[in-house]
Each structure stands twice: as structure tokens, then as C-alpha cells.
């Protein structure tokens, strides 16, 4: 079916004019423009249904003759997002079952550039390579061969269940790279040179390729964008299987799951996550500590991996997850019930309170939230390592419903597109350009040289604070972080 599949992709174009590339698989065929080559849509691994559904990837399967690669595949089953976040965040959805695809842009006359993966963000079980603020064109433009992948989510790619392999979505990512490492050659990319990249969930995906040897010795280094950094035991990691099976009335075994269609897994995740707050109610999708896919918890793994690390956050994460209603309906009874919740010690709340003397209880929850799940690690991360480690903390506010410098603004800067339509829905029209241009030449300079352009952390915790204008300074509300520690 895959190879009838692959015919039917099969063009009789050779003009000189059409960008061609030769795989271990076969030859693809893309598109050209403004002296960029692009392929999109072109197959890693083999579509993971069927037989091949809740189990370990495979490699693509070779085609004969040219194959189209001037679209982007199908991508993977989600439901989109609810509420205002559906307003500002939008996932194209292209109908498929081949959904293992990867996407170049090159410089036509590229030979032996450093490369970089994107792996996209959404929670582990939304987004796709699809989003047009993932476009490659500004890092092939400044002399990077860019590769963007899609990858199993949700019920599909991290499930917990008995039967299956772990991690499948992960293994994916994995299965992604070694694709990359193999193949980038053909597109004139240096396989000796890959940065792996990717915001939210993938930066979390690039933090756990990092902590899995193999996948690790075809690194040269990492950008990890507001990327949880923990993986937990099988066990806990099992809840939001155990409560799908719970609403379907299945096992949650890879026989059970497999019986149910994807449509109903999603329709089944949706109903339970109905009306659950963004502090607590629904398990969540996580990556599990497993031997084979994830031997140890990034946070612990990464401290002696020796290859360049960017890592950051943005200052006001949780203005993404929780909107101005909800932060304004966080009283200070609220606020104290949730710090218990969460762990948080007195000492944290106290340097919170002392950071942001003029916020509201709910404010101060959510810078909380933000440290405890994002900057604190990456914080311990960087002040543990001794390879280079560069930290940035992205502080530019956004006018748009209030959402200052919140989860995923950052995005639009590193990839200077800040005009593209996914941009301005979180940022508005007014973005500053040299911010733009000024971030994304930093991710350029690390991905070629392993240095975005100020000093490491280790040097008096200097971090970058990418704003308008910039600075590098002392970490800034450290107090806080390791009042977290």
C-alpha cells in the first residue's frame, strides 16, 4: 500500500529549474524560490496504523522514480485547541495516515552547512510541522539547512500501556533524527553539524534525545525553548491512559487501545478534559523514564551531556494557559491552596511577593507556576553543567488580551517572522522588528558556532534578557528560583 502510495506522488519534471535530491529511499522533487530549495511531506518512517499502530516506528519504505515533495503530509490526529487559546493558536489539519514526514529548506547552493531540527510544540498532544510560523525560510535564507518533523501525539504517541513500547512519539523524534543524520547530506547539510530545536512539549522532546545515548552522539548541540525538562515513572506517567480506558470502558493495553478508533481516543480525551482547570483536574501527557526510549530524567541526564546548550524561558509563561479572568478570580485563599498543592515552599512565595510587590495573588501564582515547572529547571540545569550552557529569558509583552511575555511569544522572534498570520495573532502588528532580527541571529549564531552571542551562565548567571532593547545581565528574581531549589 505504502509503495502504491509513494507512485502516486511520482512527477516526470527533470527541468534544471526544479530542485532534486537523492535519499537512501529514493529521489524527491521541490520547489525553488528566492534562491531557497524546499521539500516538504517526505516520509522517515512508515505510516503507524494498522499493525503497525501503538508500536516502534519503522523506517520509510524506498519508492521508485521522483516523488512529489512540494506539500506537506498529513498531520497527526488532535483535536484543535478550545477556547481563547483556539483563537490564537491555530493547527492546520491535512487528512492522512502517513504522518511521519519530515520538511527541508536549503540554500540552493548549500554544501556542508550546519543543520538544525525543529520539533514543534503543543502539550504532547497538539500542533504539527504545518504551522506556517514554522516556516523554514528565514534559517535557509542565513545559510542553515532546516528540518521540521511531525511526530505521533496524544493517546497515539504517549500512551502508557501494557503491550506497547513507551515514548512512541519520542521514538519518533528519534527515528526523525537519525533520518536527518542519514539523509541531510543530499540537501547539503553537514550531518556533523545538527542542532536539535524545538519550544514547549519539543523542547521537551530535544531535552529527552539529548538524555538517550544514541540519539545524543548525532547532536552538536541543542536549543531548548520553555521545555519541561522532567520525565516520570512509568506508573504516573499512565494516568490520562488509564483515564481514557476508564470513559471508553477498554483495557489499557495495546489490544484495547488499538480496537478504538483514533477519532473516538480523541473524542473520549476531550470529554474528560471539559471544564478542567488549567491548575489542576486532567492528567496531562508525559515522557516516561523507560531503558530503552528514556533511561533517566533530562534534568539529571542533560548535567553531563558535553555538546552547547541554549535554554530559556519567557518571563510571563502562564499568561498563555491562564487568561486575564482567570488570573483576576485567584484570591489570596485560592492562591494559598494551590502553593500548598504544588509544594511551593514559603520562602519562594515571600521572594514572589517581594519581585512583584504591586501584582495580584493570581499574578503572583502564575510567575510561581512558571518557575516551579519551567525557569527553575532550566535554571538548576545551567548552573549544574559544565559544558556551555546559555541562558535567555524572553520579556518582550505582548499588547494582545494582555499576554505580556507569555508561553510561545518567543517563537515569531526566533524565527524573525513576526508578519506571518500565526505571529500576529499572539503578538499584533506591532512587534519590534530589530528584536526579531536581533534573537534570530543569535539562534543562527549558535547553531553555527555552538555561541548565540553573550557569555555563558556560568559567568555570574549572565542571561540574556531579549527585550526592546536587550541586555545581558545577573539572572534576574533568582531569589525566587532558589528559594525552588
Not at 491552596?337 to 511551593?344: P, T, Y
Not at 532550566?378 to 541562558?391: E, K
Amino acid at each position: 500500500m505504502e509503495d502504491a502510495h509513494a507512485s502516486e506522488h511520482a512527477i516526470e519534471d527533470h527541468s534544471r529549474n526544479v530542485p532534486r535530491a537523492t535519499t537512501t529511499c529514493g529521489a524527491v522533487v521541490g520547489t525553488a524560490y528566492a534562491g531557497i530549495h524546499r521539500y516538504l511531506g517526505i516520509p522517515y518512517g512508515r505510516a503507524p496504523f494498522g499493525v503497525l499502530r501503538f508500536a516502534a516506528p519503522e523506517p520509510a519504505l524506498p519508492w521508485q522514480g521522483d516523488r512529489a515533495a512540494t506539500g506537506f503530509g498529513p498531520t497527526a490526529p488532535q483535536s484543535p485547541y478550545r477556547g481563547d487559546l483556539g483563537e490564537l493558536i491555530k493547527v492546520p489539519t491535512i487528512e492522512g495516515t502517513d504522518i511521519l514526514t519530515v520538511n527541508v529548506w536549503a540554500p540552493a547552493d548549500a554544501t556542508d552547512l550546519p543543520v538544525v531540527l525543529w520539533l514543534h510544540g503543543g502539550g504532547l498532544e497538539r500542533g504539527a510541522a504545518t504551522q506556517s510560523g514554522y516556516d523554514g525560510s528565514t534559517f535557509a535564507r542565513d545559510g542553515i539547512v532546516f528540518v521540521s518533523a511531525n511526530y505521533r501525539l496524544g493517546a497515539e504517541g504517549f500512551s502508557v500501556l501494557d503491550g506497547a513500547p513507551l515514548n512512541l512519539g519520542l521514538r519518533d523524534a528519534q527515528l526523525a533524527l537519525e533520518w536527518v543524520h542519514r539523509e541531510v547530506a543530499a540537501f547539503g547539510g553537514d550531518p556533523a553539524r545538527i542542532t536539535i530545536m524545538g519550544e514547549s512539549a519539543g523542547g521537551a522532546l530535544v531535552a529527552a534525545l539529548l538524555a538517550q545515548p544514541a540519539a545524543r552522539a548525532r547532536v552538536a548541540g541543542a536549543i531548548i525553548q520553555s521545555g519541561p525538562l522532567d520525565a516520570v515513572e512509568p506508573g504516573k506517567a499512565r494516568r490520562a491512559s488509564d483515564a481514557l480506558a476508564k470513559k471508553l470502558k477498554i483495557h489499557a493495553t495495546r489490544d484495547g487501545f488499538s480496537a478504538a478508533a483514533p477519532g473516538e481516543l480523541l473524542a473520549a480525551r476531550s470529554e474528560i478534559a471539559a471544564g478542567a482547570s488549567p491548575l489542576g483536574g486532567t492528567p496531562g501527557y508525559t515522557l516516561a523514564v523507560d531503558p530503552e526510549s528514556l533511561p533517566a530524567s533530562p534534568a539529571e541526564a542533560l548535567i553531563d551531556v558535553d555538546v552547547p546548550i541554549l535554554i530559556g524561558t519567557n518571563t510571563d509563561e502562564y499568561r498563555l494557559w491562564l487568561t486575564p479572568d482567570a488570573v483576576a478570580g485567584i484570591g489570596r485563599a485560592k492562591a494559598w491552596l494551590a502553593r500548598l498543592a504544588m509544594r511551593i515552599p514559603r520562602a519562594a512565595a515571600r521572594a514572589v511577593r517581594e519581585a512583584y510587590p504591586d501584582a495580584s495573588p493570581g499574578e503572583r501564582l502564575g510567575q510561581l507556576v512558571t518557575d516551579r515547572l519551567l525557569r527553575g529547571p532550566a535554571t538548576r540545569l545551567a548552573r549544574a553543567r559544565t559544558a556551555p550552557t546559555f541562558v535567555y529569558e524572553f520579556a518582550w509583552e505582548s499588547p494582545v488580551r494582555d499576554l505580556r511575555a507569555a508561553h510561545a511569544l518567543d517563537i515569531a522572534f526566533a524565527f524573525d517572522l513576526l508578519e506571518d498570520d500565526d505571529a500576529l495573532r499572539l503578538n499584533g502588528p506591532g512587534a519590534p522588528a530589530a528584536l526579531g532580527r536581533e534573537m534570530h541571529a543569535a539562534w543562527v549564531s549558535f547553531i553555527r558556532s555552538g555561541d548565540p552571542g553573550w557569555p555563558a551562565f556560568a559567568q555570574g548567571r549572565a542571561t540574556r534578557v531579549l527585550a526592546d532593547p536587550s541586555a545581558t545581565v545577573s539572572q534576574r528574581r533568582a531569589a525566587v528560583v532558589d528559594a525552588l531549589q
